[in-house]
């Protein structure tokens, strides 16, 4: 408990200057001492300085411990993913806010609530506040330095600066084993995610099945599906379909049981990846169409959703006019270039079979190679490459054959 800083927080707020605080107490040089923590007062210093603010000793020392109460409840819930719970003591903690930073709780609490503004998705926000704890730095204690390491990697592997986190992967590497233990399944998850995305699935699959095997032990059920979904995404890009197919109908049950809603959509939108994987394009296209009637037009999974269903329709033979009209809506309302390469790849699969390659191969194969789509670049390299090989064209063949390979399991 910093008291220094406390007594300063009093003094500004009451208008007070130092001589006026100090003025038949002590001198100013010894409260200056007292405020910037140097000092440690007697009892009777402080409960005199205290007194002149009209303030009570002991009733301040149960308001900082109240306060210290409500920070680590913040901090347990935010690490639980109870989210109502975490909203509502933000607001509390948001309302004293001046006297959390007047206090030693004060890094603590900008960490976690850099931690919050990710949850909240407020990306703007969270810049705002990760500059904050930038410029803190220098003040953490080790504890709050691994903290600061593992929101940070959370932090920009959430705006996509993937490099900055692995940056920091290898700084915290050397300090893995003080990793404080309400953190150590984020830090494997936070790893096994940014090794996915680098289509290191036989790695990111070790550290998501850590992340698992932490989360479980913590009782950290909601964080525990999220951990078993990367797994079961993991398992299907190495064609482990059973141990995929087995930890899908596990979280089938439990999302829906523990009311995580969206966790439920995410799983039935990999399951539908799986089943086309598997062939069971039927399957999948049922998986989709149910997807789609409970998720929001506005959301930016949507889109997600459609051009899976527009995929999963083309592979199964079903016709489905409606979805592609909707992509041509949403291509005019949004200009995503994205989605105006899909919308025309789409739509020339009702016609000629020749000029559709064409396109795959000169638009649409060259746009997702350069923005790292690296699933669909990878798909649409497979069908070239068949298609160049009835054509007997193997220089192409190798061409598109080397990008499916070498863009697949990195560690294979």
Not at 145 to 168: C, H, N, P, T, W
Not at 300 to 305: R, T
Request: charged fraction near 30%; glycine fraction near 4%; charge should be negative.
């Amino acid at each position: 408990m910093n008291i220094g800083s406390i007594v300063k927080y009093y003094r500004l707020r009451n208008g007070l200057t130092q001589a006026e605080l100090s003025n038949g107490i002590c001198s100013i040089s010894h409260l200056s001492k007292i405020e910037s923590n140097k000092y440690s007062p007697h009892k009777e210093t402080l409960e005199e300085l205290f007194k002149k603010m009209h303030i009570e000793w002991e009733k301040e020392v149960v308001g900082y411990k109240k306060f210290e109460e409500k920070l680590s409840r913040f901090i347990s819930h935010s690490v639980y993913y109870d989210f109502e719970s975490m909203e509502t003591l933000y607001k509390e903690l948001k309302e004293n806010e001046d006297y959390l930073q007047s206090t030693d709780l004060v890094n603590k609490y900008e960490l976690y609530k850099l931690r919050y503004y990710l949850y909240k998705r407020d990306t703007s926000q969270a810049k705002r506040q990760h500059q904050l704890v930038e410029k803190l730095r220098p003040t953490f204690n080790d504890y709050e330095r691994i903290v600061a390491k593992v929101i940070s990697i959370m932090f920009y592997i959430s705006i996509g600066e993937d490099e900055r986190a692995e940056q920091l992967f290898a700084k915290i590497d050397e300090d893995a084993e003080r990793i404080p233990k309400l953190l150590e399944g984020e830090y494997f998850y936070q790893r096994a995610w940014l090794l996915h995305k680098k289509t290191k699935y036989g790695k990111s699959s070790y550290y998501a099945e850590m992340a698992v095997e932490h989360f479980l032990k913590d009782f950290n059920y909601i964080r525990l599906m999220h951990a078993q979904l990367l797994l079961a995404i993991n398992f299907t890009s190495r064609d482990l379909y059973l141990q995929s197919e087995k930890l899908f109908t596990i979280l089938m049950r439990n999302t829906q049981m523990m009311g995580q809603g969206e966790l439920y959509q995410h799983t039935l939108y990999n399951l539908s990846v799986l089943y086309n994987r598997m062939g069971n394009h039927t399957d999948a296209y049922e998986l989709l169409v149910e997807l789609k009637s409970i998720i929001s037009v506005e959301s930016g999974f949507y889109d997600a959703v459609l051009l899976n269903m527009l995929h999963t329709s083309l592979e199964a033979g079903i016709d489905s006019p409606n979805a592609l009209e909707e992509l041509k809506v949403k291509m005019y309302k949004s200009k995503d270039p994205y989605l105006e390469i899909h919308y025309e790849y789409y739509k020339k699969t009702k016609f000629s079979q020749q000029e559709l390659y064409d396109y795959s191969e000169n638009i649409m194969f060259p746009f997702l190679r350069k923005y790292g789509y690296i699933e669909e670049g990878r798909r649409i390299a497979w069908r070239l490459a068949r298609y160049y090989k009835e054509k007997e064209d193997y220089e192409k063949v190798d061409f598109f054959s080397d990008y499916y390979y070498a863009e697949g399991d990195k560690e294979l």
